[in-house]
């Protein structure tokens, strides 16, 4: 069965620090990778999106990054964090298909800025 | 331009049946989902309806009417647990998906 990993669960980083957030999915191969962001109260907001290694498609212009180093590993970086980007990031995955995109989320990581 | 609309807040009674609506305007419709999101955790699926009409999955169902832009999520009987955010979601002609705000669901003993 597939799983997928996110870590850290929760961070409270200063204004201006670097940022690192980490996924990896289990018993599948070659999947699509999400990184969202949610706000307080608010819905999904697709940041970035990966078909394969190494390709990696934004949404949203910002000071964040993404890469895919492993077919199965999805990290989201920043050099420096903003207030706003305060918020719960979620990794997704889904099969490599063009026809149905049901979406398998991890865990979330809940990030404070201060 | 894209729009998903979905009520903001619902109350309802323990027991009773609730429907969330979901109304849409996307550049292309390749199917609808709706998940489930309990506070501070992450969205789990429910349902996908891709033709028109009523999918039914035990307490939980769900309709689509193309033509309408439309679709809502049928809970039935009710229990505390179903208290959480109901998320709406279409896959547009990219296969990617654009997600509404959410509907918290508040269930009242």
């Known amino acids: 069965s597939q799983t997928i990993h996110q870590w850290p669960a929760t961070l409270v980083q200063p204004v201006g620090s670097p940022l690192s957030l980490e996924c990896t999915v289990e018993g599948t191969s070659n999947p699509n990778l999400y990184w969202y962001r949610q706000a307080a109260g608010r819905g999904l907001q697709l940041l970035f999106y990966s078909v394969g290694i190494g390709q990696i498609s934004s949404e949203v212009p910002q000071n964040l990054s993404a890469s895919r180093p492993q077919d199965r590993q999805f990290i989201l970086s920043s050099k420096k964090l903003l207030l706003s980007d305060s918020g719960f990031y979620l990794c997704?995955?889904?099969?490599?298909?063009?026809?149905?995109?049901?979406?398998?989320f991890g865990p979330g990581t809940r990030l404070t800025v201060l | 331009g894209q729009n998903i609309d979905q009520p903001t807040e619902m109350t309802a009674t323990e027991g009773a049946i609730v429907q969330i609506n979901c109304t849409y305007q996307?550049?292309?419709?390749?199917?609808l989902f709706w998940y489930q999101q309990h506070a501070g955790e992450a969205p789990t699926f429910l349902s996908y309806n891709v033709l028109d009409g009523l999918e039914e999955k035990g307490r939980f169902s769900s309709f689509l009417s193309r033509s309408k832009g439309y679709s809502y999520l049928l809970l039935k009987e009710l229990q505390m647990k179903d208290s959480a955010s109901y998320l709406c979601a279409i896959m547009d002609s990219n296969y990617q998906l654009i997600w509404g705000a959410g509907t918290k669901l508040i269930i009242k003993p």
């Open positions: 996307t550049s292309g419709f390749n199917g």
């Open positions: 997704a995955w889904s099969v490599p298909t063009t026809d149905y995109n049901e979406q398998f």
